[in-house]
Structures are given as C-alpha cells and as structure tokens.
C-alpha cells in the first residue's frame, strides 16, 4: 500500500524550526524583566503544533531548540558572574552558559520527545497528557544534581495573584501544571479543526474541561484573598526594619574597607531604631569578618543590639575545625538585645560551583566562580529561631528557591521566614527579579510573610497572598520598615504534605510510559511459523 502520509519537506522543516523558536522566545518574555505572563497561557501552542505527528528524534530537537532559548534568554545574566565576580574570559563563561542551557533544554527536549513516544495521533490524549509530562519534568528538574528549579513555568504568574493561591495545595507546580494544560488544549483544538479530528462534543470536552479547571483555580483565588488583608487592627503585628547596605563586593573583603561596611550597616540600623522595630535585618554575609572569633567588632555588633533595643539577624561567615581540616559555614546570626548570641543558623543547601564544587576530584580543573575562603559545608539543622513576638527560620540566598526545604522550616514551627540575600553577583540584569518572584510562592505555599535583606535590591516584605510590598531599587544604600504577622496554627495542604500533586503526575507519566512498553513488546512478539520437520 502506498504511504499516504505527505513528505517532511524542507519547507515544513522551516516551518517547524520557526514555531519551536517562536515558542522559545514567548517563554522568555514570561519571566522578570518583561513580566508578559498573559503570554504564559499560549505560550506553549507554536511549539505542540510543530510537534504534532513527528516521529521521536525530530521531536527532540525540536523541543531542545525551544528550551536552549527559554532557558538562554532566561538565565542570560549567568555570564555577569562568572565575569565580574568569578575572573573567567568572556568566551569561556559564555560557553559555560551555554553548557547549563544545553543541560536545561533537555527537559524540554524529553517532554517533546516523550509526547510523541506516548500519543501518536491521539488527539485526546495529545490534549490531556502534557500538564502531567510537563509537571513531572519540572519536578526532577527541581532535584537531579542538587536541583535547579529556577525559571519553572508556573514562576511567571507571580503578579497574578488569584491564580498562584493554589500553590498553597498544589506547590508551584500546580500552577505550571495548569497552564500546559490550557496550552495543550487549544493546540488540540487548533490541529483538531485543521485535520478535521473534531466534532463539536469532543471539542466542548477538550476546551471546556481545562476552563472549567481554571476558573475554579480563579473562584479559589478570589476567596482566599478576600480572607485578607493580614489582621492590621490586632496587637500582634512584629515590626520589622530591613537593612540594604549596597556593598561593592570588590572592596567587601578589603580590611582596610571594614571599618566602613560596619559603620553603614550601624549607622542605618540605629536610624531606624526610633521606630523601635522588634527585629532587624541585615543581608547575607553582611560582616566582613567572622564574628563567632572577632574581638574587635564582634562587640560592636552586640551593642548595635542593645542601643537599638531591637533583635538583630544577620549573615556572616563562619568556620569550625575539627583536627587539621577547616570547615567553612555561610551562617545566620541572632541578636538578643540584653542576651548577646541566642541562635545560629548555617546554610543547609550551597550553591554548585559557587559555594562548592561538586564531585570535585573529577572536575579538578573547575574553580569556584566566586570569591570566598575554602569550600562551604552544608548545615544541618532546620533551626527555628524565637524573638518574644514570634518564631521564625532564616533562609539563606539560594534557599529560597526549594519549595520542600522552605516548608521544612515551617512545618517545624517557623511563624514567618527571613530570606537574607547578596544580589550583587547578578549586577543590574533580571536576575534579582527573577529571584524575589521566586519567593512569592514560598509565601503562598506556606502562608507566611517573609522578610528579604539583600546586600543590594531587592530588599523588601512578602505577604502570605505573595504580594511584594516595600521593594527597594538596585545598587541603592537604603532601610525599610514595615509590620509582618506571624503565622496562625493553620496549616496548609502544601506544608504537610508538600509536592505529592507533582508526584502523582510523575507516577501518572511512569504509568504510561509502562503500558507503552508492554504495547510495544507485545507487538514485536509475533509468533514465527514452525518449519516443518521430517
């Protein structure tokens, strides 16, 4: 019989690279600085259009294509560090760059190919199954190789706030999930209307089951923010003042530069201490010395406490010994007014290639592309700080990002969060933003404030609905003040049980792709006739 399925010419090869890249382009636009994320709920329609009918390998590249450029133009400012801040020639970090998004664009790459694996011109299922590739992607994303959950889809609805509110069931994942799936529905309607597939009840089926869904996330929204605003009129709000001290970090190693930095940092905490807030807090690292062994202004941080009659958090590093070898600590320090020292916390998730080097026996030839003394240790302790107006964790910089260490925190009995932060590394690009959007969900999913000190913007306080009030600016020396409500006894579906919707959607891909096996086996088993035998 003759194939009646029309060649793969040059010119729907075009056509298909364009949409992959028109697809590519859209993701990019979703994220800080653009915050074009109507486009989020179209964004992906170029790219499964193209996809439709293919066979596995030109879905793969097709969706590589895609994701080396949602992930390029994402995480462009990577090159910013490694240049000003880790030493590297700009070829070099450009290549490094382009290694990650290589890396990156495979998850989109297998969702591509793993769709066409599972659905070969089923419409229906072309419809219903990728939210659930999708999700389980982003989910061994977000921990294969310590994890890099950032830029996630569901991360470009920050400032759409009635529909993150599910995050507080379903995690940040939930909101990517729906958005593929509005997606993926209207690519089928889209193919379906083209290759005639469709009558009018499957095309109701296929548009309405997925809007139905959604406005539901929209009812959910609007109800739980109709819960707040945060009880204002209640005796119990903390005041908070965040410190933003917009130190070089050129020169924040520079001993002839400390006396400086701490005078900065004192003379805007002690300005602040008028409004006699309960607690403030300085950014990630903020000391240019190690105060646990400092004599000489270790105690100048102890009466900054006590003059401003306020608890003190702030970062430094720290280090422990134990024979010949030196441990290195990024820690969190906290200040009682009367009391000195009354908790530590030490980072618990580093940074790959920032903090430390992975498998570095193997990679000898890779440094740290920052600057620090020795590699970081990884703490251990999910420590729950107390001031007498509430109970809180400190999140340090990167940690923000991990939606299941965050809730760690809280479901040991942290009433709010402090993400103390250097944002100095990403320079004057999209990063920070991207990073305080981030942040958002951790709110949402917990339904905490949370109150961000960063060495430079973005400083500001997080509301649990994951509104962002009191942002500063960039590379300004400034101080912020505001209330913040700890946290009830409620707590939320996503803290107790944290990313089970994102894992049912993994057993859900692992169950298809298990009975595609046996389909395929089962085909291949074909009996061979007997030869007859005399």
């Not at 379906?192 to 959910?220: I, N």
């Not at 970090?249 to 409004?275: F, H, M, R």
């Given at each position: 019989?003759?194939?009646?399925?029309?060649?793969?010419?040059?010119?729907?090869?075009i056509?298909?690279?364009?949409?992959?890249?028109?697809?590519?382009?859209?993701?990019?636009?979703?994220?800080?600085?653009?915050?074009?994320?109507?486009?989020?709920?179209?964004?992906?329609?170029?790219?499964?259009?193209?996809?439709?009918?293919k066979?596995?390998?030109?879905?793969?590249?097709?969706?590589?294509?895609a994701?080396?450029?949602?992930?390029?133009?994402?995480?462009?400012?990577?090159?910013?560090?490694?240049?000003?801040?880790?030493g590297?020639?700009?070829?070099?970090?450009?290549?490094?760059?382009?290694?990650?998004?290589?890396?990156?664009?495979?998850?989109?790459?297998?969702?591509?190919?793993?769709?066409?694996?599972?659905?070969?011109?089923?419409?229906?299922?072309?419809?219903?199954?990728?939210?659930?590739?999708?999700?389980?992607?982003?989910?061994?994303?977000?921990?294969?190789?310590?994890g890099?959950?950032?830029?996630?889809?569901?991360?470009?609805?920050?400032?759409?706030?009635?529909?993150?509110?599910?995050?507080?069931?379903?995690?940040?994942?939930?909101?990517?999930?729906?958005?593929?799936?509005?997606?993926?529905?209207?690519?089928?309607?889209?193919?379906?209307?083209?290759?005639?597939?469709?009558s009018?009840?499957?095309?109701?089926?296929?548009?309405?089951?997925?809007?139905?869904?959604?406005?539901?996330?929209?009812?959910?929204?609007?109800?739980?923010?109709?819960?707040?605003?945060?009880?204002?009129g209640?005796?119990?709000?903390?005041?908070?003042?965040?410190?933003?001290?917009?130190?070089?970090?050129?020169?924040?190693?520079?001993?002839?530069?400390?006396?400086?930095?701490?005078?900065?940092?004192?003379?805007?905490?002690?300005?602040?201490?008028?409004?006699?807030?309960?607690?403030?807090?300085?950014?990630?690292?903020?000391?240019?010395?190690?105060?646990?062994?400092?004599t000489?202004?270790?105690?100048?941080?102890?009466?900054?406490?006590?003059?401003?009659?306020?608890?003190?958090?702030?970062?430094?590093?720290?280090?422990?010994?134990?024979?010949?070898?030196?441990?290195?600590?990024?820690?969190?320090?906290?200040?009682?007014?009367?009391?000195?020292?009354?908790?530590?916390?030490?980072?618990?998730?580093?940074?790959?290639?920032?903090?430390?080097?992975?498998?570095?026996?193997?990679?000898?030839?890779?440094?740290?592309?920052?600057?620090?003394?020795?590699?970081?240790?990884?703490?251990?302790?999910?420590?729950?700080?107390?001031?007498p107006?509430?109970r809180?964790?400190?999140?340090?910089?990167?940690?923000?990002i991990?939606?299941?260490?965050?809730?760690?925190?809280?479901?040991?009995?942290?009433?709010?969060?402090?993400?103390?932060?250097?944002?100095?590394?990403?320079?004057?690009?999209?990063?920070?933003?991207?990073?305080?959007?981030?942040?958002?969900?951790?709110?949402?999913?917990?339904?905490?404030?949370?109150?961000?000190?960063?060495?430079?913007?973005?400083?500001?306080?997080?509301?649990?609905?994951?509104?962002i009030?009191?942002?500063?600016e960039?590379?300004?020396?400034?101080?912020?003040?505001?209330?913040?409500?700890?946290k009830?006894?409620?707590?939320?579906?996503?803290?107790?049980?944290?990313?089970?919707?994102?894992?049912?959607?993994?057993?859900?891909?692992?169950?298809?792709?298990?009975?595609?096996?046996?389909?395929?086996?089962?085909?291949?088993?074909?009996?061979?006739?007997?030869?007859?035998?005399?």
């Amino acid at each position: 019989m003759a194939n009646l399925r029309p060649k793969y010419n040059l010119t729907m090869r075009i056509r298909d690279i364009v949409l992959a890249a028109i697809t590519g382009i859209i993701l990019v636009l979703l994220f800080p600085k653009f915050n074009r994320e109507l486009l989020a709920w179209v964004a992906l329609i170029p790219l499964l259009y193209a996809l439709w009918d293919k066979p596995v390998v030109q879905s793969f590249w097709l969706g590589w294509l895609a994701g080396v450029i949602y992930f390029g133009g994402v995480l462009y400012w990577v090159t910013n560090t490694m240049v000003n801040y880790g030493g590297l020639p700009i070829v070099i970090s450009f290549l490094l760059l382009l290694l990650l998004v290589t890396y990156l664009g495979l998850y989109v790459a297998l969702f591509s190919l793993l769709l066409n694996f599972l659905v070969r011109r089923i419409l229906l299922f072309y419809a219903i199954l990728p939210p659930f590739l999708w999700t389980s992607l982003e989910l061994i994303r977000a921990h294969f190789l310590t994890g890099f959950p950032w830029a996630s889809l569901g991360y470009s609805q920050f400032l759409t706030l009635p529909i993150i509110q599910i995050a507080d069931i379903t995690g940040v994942y939930g909101v990517s999930f729906l958005i593929v799936w509005i997606n993926a529905a209207l690519a089928a309607l889209v193919i379906g209307l083209k290759e005639k597939q469709l009558s009018v009840p499957r095309a109701l089926f296929l548009g309405l089951a997925p809007l139905l869904v959604l406005l539901s996330a929209l009812v959910y929204g609007q109800w739980t923010i109709g819960q707040y605003p945060l009880p204002g009129g209640r005796d119990k709000g903390i005041k908070v003042a965040i410190i933003q001290g917009n130190i070089e970090q050129d020169a924040k190693w520079d001993p002839a530069y400390q006396d400086q930095v701490v005078n900065i940092y004192e003379g805007l905490s002690l300005a602040c201490s008028t409004a006699q807030p309960h607690l403030i807090v300085w950014p990630e690292t903020a000391t240019p010395f190690f105060y646990q062994s400092d004599t000489k202004y270790a105690p100048e941080m102890v009466a900054i406490a006590r003059q401003s009659r306020s608890y003190l958090l702030f970062g430094s590093p720290a280090y422990q010994t134990a024979g010949k070898v030196i441990k290195m600590f990024n820690r969190a320090y906290l200040l009682a007014p009367q009391q000195g020292l009354l908790a530590q916390y030490d980072k618990i998730h580093l940074v790959p290639f920032g903090e430390y080097v992975p498998v570095k026996k193997l990679l000898p030839f890779v440094q740290k592309m920052v600057e620090g003394i020795g590699d970081f240790y990884s703490g251990q302790e999910f420590t729950v700080m107390a001031i007498p107006q509430g109970r809180f964790s400190v999140l340090i910089c990167f940690e923000i990002i991990f939606p299941d260490l965050v809730r760690q925190f809280v479901k040991r009995g942290a009433q709010f969060l402090a993400n103390i932060t250097n944002d100095a590394w990403f320079g004057r690009s999209a990063a920070s933003y991207q990073h305080i959007s981030i942040g958002s969900f951790r709110a949402v999913e917990n339904r905490v404030c949370i109150v961000r000190a960063a060495n430079t913007g973005i400083s500001a306080i997080i509301d649990p609905l994951g509104r962002i009030g009191n942002a500063t600016e960039l590379f300004v020396q400034t101080m912020i003040q505001g209330t913040i409500w700890p946290k009830g006894n409620t707590t939320t579906f996503y803290t107790a049980y944290g990313d089970v919707f994102a894992y049912l959607c993994t057993i859900i891909v692992a169950i298809a792709l298990i009975a595609k096996a046996i389909k395929i086996r089962s085909s291949v088993l074909i009996v061979q006739p007997r030869s007859d035998t005399k």
